[in-house]
């Protein structure tokens, strides 16, 4: 099992927390000044992109997220 959790929240951002990398797509790592949780912005309100800053709540975002099954896609 990896050492990390993504969690999606309803209404909300995407919390990571755990060890990761975070990297734009350039491949060029943010610097997370050693933070093992963060939030990334879901609803693209946010003033601090790909960060969330609690925009969601202003731009009354709804979006209800629940766990399930992914089909796999044929290529």
């Known amino acids: 099992m990896s ?15 755990g060890k990761f990398r975070l990297c734009d797509m350039e491949g060029n790592e943010f610097d997370l ?24 709540k202003r731009a009354g975002f709804q979006s209800e997220i629940k766990a399930r099954t992914v089909a796999l896609k044929n290529s």
């Open 3 to 17: 050492d990390t959790k993504i969690t999606v929240k309803n209404h909300g951002s995407i919390r990571i927390e």
């Open 33 to 56: 000044a050693g933070r093992e949780q963060i939030s990334l912005c879901r609803c693209g309100a946010s003033e601090d992109k790909p960060f969330c800053d609690g925009a969601h």
